[in-house]
């Protein structure tokens, strides 16, 4: 089996299961409770967030547990909505988001408040320039993801970054769910930046947990309220053996990073160099020049990017349509679209998304797999 899919989700790592599994067991007592057990919990709530932060290199007060990406983008864009509503009503954010960061500027669209969309170009980066233009007396946020989920572009993140010191009262969030891992740390983790979210099952921690960045004295509203968890921000019992896995997953991925991320540009480099000699092909990512090293999308003029998934997973290798949350809708990836890809090449696109574990061998198989499927492929496009 050849997994090639990890921008979807990754696999859980044994140790992180392990963890997961030994908390529940042992440490399963409220973190809030007064006796003992909440003790114990309590503890140890705070050294994941220690061991976090410590990765970081950021304050352990500034690290906020969530249930993953999807509600720190939720959060931020919503939390500063509500927090600052009477500072203005602005909000920035590009046309290339996941939809956990669109669907929010959508809804808060429907309150009143008013959203510019950042174009992006034929890789589907901002320009600094429109960033400029677009910023105005009322915004309140700017939200720019770090690495693009469809296609892998790096967003000029130190550029927007040097704009907006001059803006101090606007909130800089990065949605850096794809960003983590891949090389790219000092660029999301920069002095400029207020708010970044992470999710745990990106990289090898369990499902439903993750955290956002907030750096010290900037205000979001809560969304959850109740018991007043997470330092009242985020109420509701703290799911403590997946934070403490999330944890060790984290430690376990940034752990001799430059080594992984340099394997994993050369497997993407391997296929990249493969794929792109043949006429059907269109490649949309790129090799380094401001993409990250663990996505490559492809598309094959006239077939159907299901069509090509199925046909990789007949011989047991799983990549993906441009991305898990679109592709079971069979819609054309809003990325490519943004860029002005036509939709038919944009609907015969897919992504291979790699991990540290990807192999080159693993390339090699893809690779062989790929020649036998092309004369399929060259068939169905005629
Ligand atoms: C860029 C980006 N942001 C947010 C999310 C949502 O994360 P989660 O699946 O943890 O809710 C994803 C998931 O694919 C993503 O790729």
Redesign the pocket.
């Known amino acids: 089996m050849i997994y090639f899919d990890n921008?979807?989700t990754t696999q859980a790592a044994p140790e992180v299961v392990d963890t997961y599994d030994k908390v529940s067991h042992q440490i399963w007592g409220n973190p809030s409770s007064l006796h003992k057990f909440g003790e114990q919990a309590f503890n140890l709530l705070e050294q994941s967030r220690k061991q976090i932060a410590d990765l970081l290199s950021v304050s352990q007060s500034e690290i906020l547990f969530t249930s993953?990406?999807?509600e720190g983008?939720n959060w931020v864009v919503k939390g500063t909505a509500i927090e600052k509503r009477a500072f203005g009503n602005h909000l920035i954010t590009t046309a290339v988001e996941?939809d956990?960061i669109h669907n929010s500027m959508e809804q808060l669209k429907q309150l009143g408040f008013e959203v510019t969309y950042l174009p992006v170009d034929e890789h589907g980066r901002i320009s600094i320039a429109d960033l400029k233009a677009a910023i105005r007396p009322t915004t309140i946020l700017v939200s720019v993801?770090a690495v693009n989920?469809e296609i892998g572009t790096i967003q000029p993140l130190a550029e927007v970054a040097d704009v907006l010191k001059d803006y101090p009262k606007i909130h800089f969030h990065i949605?850096a769910?794809?960003g983590i891992g891949k090389g790219i740390q000092k660029l999301v983790m920069n002095d400029r930046v207020d708010f970044v979210?992470f999710?745990g099952?990106?990289f090898h921690g369990p499902r439903g947990i993750?955290f956002i960045y907030a750096r010290r004295g900037r205000k979001i509203a809560p969304l959850l309220t109740g018991g007043g968890q997470e330092r009242n921000l985020r109420s509701g019992t703290e799911n403590l053996p997946a934070i403490a896995a999330m944890a060790k997953a984290l430690r376990l991925l940034l752990n001799d990073e430059p080594k992984k991320v340099a394997r994993q540009a050369e497997i993407k480099k391997r296929i990249f160099d493969h794929v792109s000699q043949f006429p059907l092909v269109t490649t949309f990512s790129e090799i380094n020049n401001g993409f990250a090293p663990h996505i490559l999308c492809f598309a094959i003029s006239g077939v159907r990017g299901e069509t090509i998934v199925h046909a990789f997973e007949e011989h047991d290798i799983y990549i993906s349509t441009t991305?898990?949350?679109s592709s079971k809708k069979h819609l054309a990836s809003s990325t490519l679209t943004a860029m002005a890809v036509p939709e038919s090449l944009a609907t015969s696109a897919v992504r291979i998304s790699l991990d540290e574990h990807n192999t080159l061998a693993e390339a090699d198989e893809f690779i062989k797999v790929f020649d036998q499927l092309y004369d399929q492929f060259k068939k169905l496009s005629d």
């Open positions: 921008s979807a993953g990406g999807t983008d996941h956990a993801m989920n949605d769910v794809q979210t999710s099952h990106k993750g991305s898990a949350c």
